[in-house]
């Protein structure tokens, strides 16, 4: 068997033009929203009478896409609460970036917030957390060290 490479992270959302909107401002590309259902789905999912929508985006460099997902049909059994980081499962996604401090303003211009704070870790790196609908944590990290050899 041989991994060719990264493929997609799926992310389930309720508000799928919401998420979408939330990357696109981030500098994220879009691709056009398609319809999924059929017995295809249902069986590579385990569940019945599936029937979704989704989006496909992508990093400016066409690497990390991320299918976001809003399933009509089944309902979820959920009660939408949102897990700490300490819980065990996917948590975030995360993306380098050239400048934190211009992506978080480029953030907060788009009415998102940090989750925390910008932190410099030991001068390597400049990290930071943007929240964005239904809690979706988004890390943009800075590499310093190209800074700190000039």
Do not use: C
Not at 103 to 115: L, W
Not at 123 to 141: A, M, N, S
Request: proline share 4%; net charge negative; charged share 25%.
């Amino acid at each position: 068997m041989k991994v060719y490479g990264f493929d997609h992270v799926g992310v389930v959302v309720n508000d799928l033009a919401a998420a979408a909107a939330f990357f696109v401002r981030l500098g994220f590309t879009a691709e056009a929203p398609m319809a999924v259902s059929g017995r295809w789905v249902d069986r590579i999912l385990d569940l019945e009478d599936v029937q979704l929508d989704l989006i496909i985006v992508s990093a400016p460099d066409g690497s990390g896409r991320l299918e976001l997902t809003r399933f009509r049909a089944p309902q979820a059994e959920s009660n939408g609460e949102r897990l700490p980081a300490n819980v065990p499962g996917y948590r975030h996604i995360a993306y380098r970036v050239d400048d934190v401090t211009a992506v978080v303003r480029q953030a907060n211009d788009a009415g998102y917030s940090t989750k925390g704070d910008i932190v410099d870790y030991e001068g390597t790196y400049r990290l930071v957390y943007i929240e964005g609908p239904e809690g979706l944590l988004v890390e943009f990290t800075e590499d310093l060290s190209a800074t700190n050899e000039q």
